[in-house]
């Protein structure tokens, strides 16, 4: 039997020295947090942004933003576009094109893009005169959590991954739903439910998985709505325990069928 149960664990992670936070004090990376889907990291506070109106501003060579943290700006404080002067357009134009298929799927108001020319002078001095200008009207500051949980919570009735599920290599023996601490699975009541505008994403299903029946992909769904599977109380004739199934007329539990296929029955 020990085949069946021998797990062979990963080693547990660690931040080593390599880390720029631990290198330098003064250090803004926040990388790590910005893709956590479980909100495991602490003490990193997300990138400040000056924004004005219902714009982003960006006059200064900054930090990109994800498009995580785009769509909570979107939710948060109903930002509609990013005001860019022209030097620093390439770097954001892509994120903001990504940020606006996203948008779509979600039917939310796309971003626009207002560009701002700097003045025709030395190049030392187009930032300072481009700061100027703006702060006729003084820009706001804020900033959002970064985290694909912090997504996740401000649009609770839409979805970011879709779970697959093979009912056929699927034995049913429920520890995906115990691994998620989001209730994205759950199996009880002879139901087993797939709730994907639950799911951050972290995987935990999929590892735990022994027979690979789950699989976990980045998908967007407007408005997602739960999936329910049934499955059936069965009792094994040849070694005679409880098991659940996915047909009503099932005799051998999973182990079973495994010897009987191995030539052991």
Not at 40 to 45: D, L, V
Not at 56 to 83: C, F, T
Not at 159 to 174: P, V
Not at 217 to 223: F, H, L, P
């Amino acid at each position: 039997m020990r085949r069946f149960i021998r797990v062979d664990l990963p080693p547990e992670p660690i931040i080593n020295d390599k880390c720029v936070r631990k290198r330098l004090k003064q250090s803004l990376c926040d990388s790590c947090s910005k893709v956590c889907p479980v909100d495991a990291i602490e003490n990193i506070s997300p990138h400040e942004r000056s924004f004005q109106d219902n714009l982003l501003v960006i006059n200064h060579d900054e930090p990109l933003a994800s498009i995580e943290e785009l769509l909570v700006w979107h939710r948060q404080y109903q930002i509609r576009g990013m005001k860019i002067a022209e030097p620093l357009v390439d770097k954001w134009l892509p994120i903001l094109a990504q940020l606006n298929l996203q948008l779509k799927t979600l039917q939310e108001p796309i971003w626009q893009l207002v560009l701002v020319e700097p003045e025709l002078v030395d190049s030392g001095r187009r930032f300072m005169l481009f700061r100027q200008k703006l702060d006729e009207k003084p820009l706001n500051k804020g900033h959002v959590k970064t985290g694909l949980n912090a997504r996740k919570q401000l649009y609770p009735q839409d979805s970011w991954f879709h779970i697959q599920l093979d009912k056929e290599s699927c034995i049913l023996c429920s520890a995906c739903a115990k691994v998620c601490d989001e209730g994205a699975i759950t199996i009880e009541d002879n139901r087993f439910i797939i709730d994907e505008k639950r799911c951050t994403g972290c995987m935990n299903c999929q590892v735990v998985c022994f027979p690979k029946s789950i699989k976990v992909v980045e998908q967007i769904a407007k408005n997602s709505t739960p999936t329910h599977y049934h499955y059936y109380d069965a009792q094994c004739d040849k070694c005679r325990l409880a098991f659940f199934a996915w047909e009503p007329n099932a005799t051998l539990c999973p182990i079973c069928t495994q010897h009987q296929k191995q030539g052991w029955l």
